[in-house]
């Protein structure tokens, strides 16, 4: 199983869109992906609300539905058969919530918009997830989307200028597209609706699917490592949060199971 987090503590960067065609992607392939929302907002939870019962099925875990009295437990309640996890993270991230979000995380994907803003956000979130989170650039989990880019504009150069500063590959190059919005509307991934003449977007995410698939040297070195960390972490959670508090557990939400027909 694979771990996948979504991050960028600044709003607006595209998170939600690359977590929803993610999953999108791994339930037309039959991988049986789960959808992990933490976000308040709920977009991703939305989003698979809205699918019908002939799509190809996505697990859903809205994860910020449970509160406080959440523990890691219900977080590793997956579905038997799961392949993929994607997690959609809030936005305003703090730096000391990153170890968390990143230890078990195989892939850590980082979408930047084409903005000084974004930049300048992106420059303080690599240095947190180096220093903090200390995410090592030789593991190859740690991945750079350029997101809604508009090529041969300068602010699109400016980009591509400081992302190739990092040391930090870039994994997909994705365009500024209506297709995102039509597809979101309806509950549905990129490759879900139906291919007029956005080729172009798709073979955009190929590259990224390709260096998913890639194992990085953090899952090959310390797999077995972080499942006892989380076994004991949620043991642990558990334990505490009986001593302190009710028990509160609700079941995790999904939508229908269906196959796409």
């Not at 995380?105 to 903090?132: E, G, H, M």
């Not at 650039?137 to 602010?155: F, H, K, P, Q």
């Not at 190739?164 to 549905?188: C, E, H, K, M, N």
Request: charged letters at 20%.
């Amino acid at each position: 199983m694979q771990r996948i987090v979504v991050l960028n503590p600044k709003g607006g960067s595209g998170k939600t869109t690359i977590a929803v065609n993610l999953a999108s992607h791994f339930a037309l392939r039959g991988e049986r992906p789960v959808l992990m929302d933490y976000d308040v907002q709920g977009s991703s939870s939305h989003w698979v609300q809205k699918r019908h019962e002939t799509q190809a099925h996505v697990h859903l875990i809205s994860v910020f539905e449970r509160g406080a009295l959440a523990t890691r437990t219900f977080e590793l309640r997956f579905p038997e058969g799961t392949g993929r996890v994607i997690i959609d993270t809030p936005a305003a991230v703090e730096a000391q919530a990153m170890p968390e979000l990143t230890r078990t995380a195989d892939k850590i994907l980082v979408p930047v918009l084409p903005s000084d803003f974004d930049i300048y956000a992106c420059t303080r979130l690599v240095q947190n997830l180096l220093l903090v989170a200390k995410v090592k650039r030789r593991d190859n989990r740690l991945g750079i989307i350029a997101n809604r880019v508009r090529r041969n504009t300068l602010s699109y150069q400016a980009l591509m200028r400081f992302l190739g500063t990092l040391g930090i590959p870039i994994v997909a190059t994705l365009r500024d597209s209506q297709y995102y919005v039509r597809a979101a509307t309806l509950g549905l991934g990129l490759e879900e609706i139906k291919p007029y003449d956005f080729d172009e977007d798709l073979a955009q995410w190929q590259s990224l699917f390709d260096w998913l698939d890639v194992p990085s040297t953090h899952s090959a070195s310390a797999s077995g490592a972080s499942a006892s960390s989380a076994s004991a972490s949620s043991a642990s959670a558990s334990s505490a949060s009986a001593s302190s508090a009710p028990a509160s557990s609700a079941p995790a939400s999904s939508a229908p199971a269906a196959r796409r027909a």
